[in-house]
């Protein structure tokens, strides 16, 4: 019977897949008009992909921090867009000369695409493709300048070449990646993001050995990652940081060997992690996305040999300063986009990874929610009260 039943809502998805191929399809969006709104849900219009482009049905999309930057203004992007980047769903069409994708393929958007083409796709030192919509003056745009999305009769920007706040998006053939079908989409679109960047930046990016040292700086949902990563590496010991001290039985639950508040301490935090370790930390990472963090993580690692990766996204129209000699006697400083996978190769094996249970992500799942409940999504995001909100469509 529940095979039977399968058959039968495979039959008619397969059924609506052919009847809205080369169509304008309805649905509805969250669009953000401007900076410090709320998202508004919109009737828009989704128009049909072009060449080397697929359109997505999504069916799970979490809300990251990064998507409340661009509402704050913190992170500089072209209004009215459709936000959201981290997702999963499932092809519901695709354009011409597609062929690494087909109707009814489970896929993640990637907000890193993978070309294989330009030299950071064929290199093995980078990630970020050079069809990236990251840059510091994003354009909002598909690769043709133009716009899939239409709303009240004006254009809305893309986001990332996701936007995944909607029921439907396009992207390009090489920013969706197929995945295995069994997989719970409600579970595995947090790997479209938040925990493929944390737990890549510890494994991809830093490379920590087995018997490290580590302070994470940030106990959101992409920190938490950070954690997780760290103890799949074999961390020793793994310093979990944060002024929200409701976060570290969670951390704790996930590796973390110790919790510290800098609220608790008169002397800069830096210097509590060089006391606590001896000469500082093998490796600091910076989830938060604050100037002042990322120089406290750099002073925080072991003064010669110490590695600091900066994992949150920086804000615009800010510059960092710091002492020189911080560099001059060992320490690197390292970025890391999308935890350094290679997209569209990674996450089908992160997936997989998942479904063989080699590491788990409901802990970081506090919120699922209808999609028309973004708005108190962000509103649990930015009260500490979530770690990760799910919208289910």
Known sequence: MIFLLCKRVCFYSLLFLAATTCKVIKCKAAVLWEANKPFSLEEVEVAPPKAHEVRIKIVATGICRSDDHVVTGALAMPFPIILGHEAAGVIESVGEKVTSLKPGDAVIPLFVPQCGECRSCLSTKGNLCIKNDLSSSPTGLMADGTTRFTCKGKAIHHFVGTSTFTEYTVVHETAAAKIDSAAPLEKVCLI??????????VLQTAKVEAGSTCAVFGLGGVGLSVVMGCKAAGASRIIAVDINKDKFAKAKELGATECINPKDFKKPIHE?????????????????????????????CHNNYGVSVIVGVPPAAQKISFDPMLIFSGRTWKGSVFGGWKSKDAVPKLVADYMK??????????????????????????????????LVL
């Not at 479209?192 to 930046?201: D, N």
């Not at 490796?283 to 993580?297: D, N």
């Open 192 to 201: 479209g993001c938040g925990f493929s960047t944390g737990y890549g930046a």
């Open 357 to 390: 249970k080699k590491f788990v992500l409901d802990p970081l799942i506090t919120h699922t929610l209808p999609f028309t409940k973004i708005n108190e999504g962000f509103d649990l995001l930015r009260t500490g009260k979530s770690i990760r909100s799910v």
């Open 272 to 300: 509590v992690l060089t006391e606590m370790t001896g000469q500082g930390v093998d490796y600091s990472f910076e989830v938060i996305g604050r100037i002042e963090t990322m120089t406290a993580a750099l002073a925080s």
